[in-house]
């Protein structure tokens, strides 16, 4: 079991930048790749980015590409999400995910197996 505590989220006006911090406990983090999705009202779950056991291997979604990084630090059991130059359109829960098997380059939900409850962002226009 692997739980997951998502932090950092707020209200920020466009153009600003926030970091998301998710914080794991029970077994051990680095056995997992973690990823980033995020879910607007109204609208289905979507996948940000994903980053590999080691941190070497990092994707993420064509929306974000520039904007946001994903990173990871195994000692402190943390992924974060750093977010720049954030738009209207990026307002949304944030969730990460863990998963112990990457079998569609982790841009799907159904590759990941614990999620956290989410941390709301909101982006003013």
């Known amino acids: 079991q692997v739980q997951l505590v998502e932090s950092g989220g707020g209200l920020v006006q466009a153009g600003g930048s926030l970091r998301l911090s998710c914080a794991a406990s029970g077994r051990s983090f680095s056995e997992y790749a973690m990823g980033w999705f995020r879910q607007a009202p109204g609208r289905e779950r979507e996948f940000v980015a994903r980053?590999?056991?080691?941190?070497?291997?990092?994707n993420y979604a064509d929306s974000v590409k520039g904007r946001f990084t994903i990173s990871r630090d195994n000692a402190k059991n943390t992924v974060y999400l750093q977010m720049n130059s954030l738009k209207f359109e990026d307002t949304a829960v944030y969730y990460c995910?863990?998963?112990?098997?990457?079998?569609?380059?982790?841009?799907?939900?159904?590759?990941?197996?614990?999620w956290g409850q989410g941390t709301q962002v909101t982006v003013s226009s």
């Open positions: 980053i590999s056991r080691g941190g070497a291997s990092t």
């Open positions: 995910a863990a998963s112990s098997w990457i079998r569609y380059g982790g841009t799907r939900s159904d590759e990941y197996d614990y």
